[in-house]
């Protein structure tokens, strides 16, 4: 929707972000999971955004830590890498 373009900048809905992951503009929302983990990242993905920000493309991750404290995190997605900014 319009609304939540503005609110979270350009992101992509089912079918745009499914050809981004078929096309190699994007690695599969999985992969983005596995390599926050891999960084010591153990909370759970409560929700996940492929936006574009600065002329690429990023994963928006809401986490839900044991804490219970919701944070973000922004993975580059095209190599998988934590993005600065949330």
């Known amino acids: 929707s319009l609304a939540a373009e503005r609110r979270h900048g350009a992101c992509l809905d089912r079918a745009e972000q499914r050809a981004a992951v078929a096309s190699h503009r994007a690695i599969p929302l999985a992969l ?3 390599s926050l983990h891999m960084r010591g990242h153990r ?3 409560v929700r996940a955004e492929l936006c574009e920000r600065g002329g690429r493309l990023v994963y928006v991750l809401t986490l839900l830590p044991r804490s219970g404290k919701v ?3 922004v993975i580059d997605a095209g190599s998988g890498n934590p993005v600065g900014g949330g």
Request: no cysteine; proline share 0%.
């Open 71 to 73: 944070t973000r995190a």
């Open 43 to 45: 909370a759970e993905v």
């Open 32 to 34: 983005a999971i596995r």
